[in-house]
Nanobody
Framework: VQLQASGGGLVQAGGSLRLSCVAS????????IAWFRQAPGKEREFVAA????????FYADSVKGRFTISRDNAKNTGYLQMNSLKPEDTAIYYC???????????????????WGQGTQVTVSS
């Protein structure tokens, strides 16, 4: 699976962005899709994930209520809608995918075999 992330940009605090993650391959629907982010000088952290079956979603506490992860299997695309953005959301955002994630590992970046190239999100105050 190859992943292509896009949709980043510069936005003022309180604004919105929608990130997209387009995947190659016909088995997209069987993959858990996740978003991680890495701010300057910090480790990469989990943001959100959506399971392949049933579409159950998971969020980091820092983005709950502001971000929404979704997927369109017909388009082989995952999305991250980001609302009420804050300067602390500034980071490079990466999409990731894997076909065999267990629930206890869904927020662990080491569990994901496939990664996109990252897209920069900058939120100005």
């Amino acid at each position: 699976v190859q992943l292509q992330a896009s949709g980043g940009g510069l936005v003022q605090a309180g604004g919105s962005l929608r990130l997209s993650c387009v995947a190659s391959g016909r088995t997209f629907r069987s993959y858990t899709i996740a978003w991680f982010r890495q701010a300057p000088g910090k480790e990469r952290e989990f943001v959100a994930a959506i399971r392949s079956s049933g579409g159950r979603t998971f969020y980091a506490d820092s983005v709950k209520g502001r971000f929404t992860i979704s997927r369109d299997n017909a388009k082989n695309t995952g999305y991250l809608q980001m609302n009420s953005l804050k300067p602390e959301d500034t980071a490079i955002y990466y999409c990731a995918a894997d076909a065999s994630i267990i629930l206890s590992s869904i927020g662990n970046e080491a569990s994901y075999d496939y990664w996109g190239q990252g897209t920069q999100v900058t939120v100005s105050s």
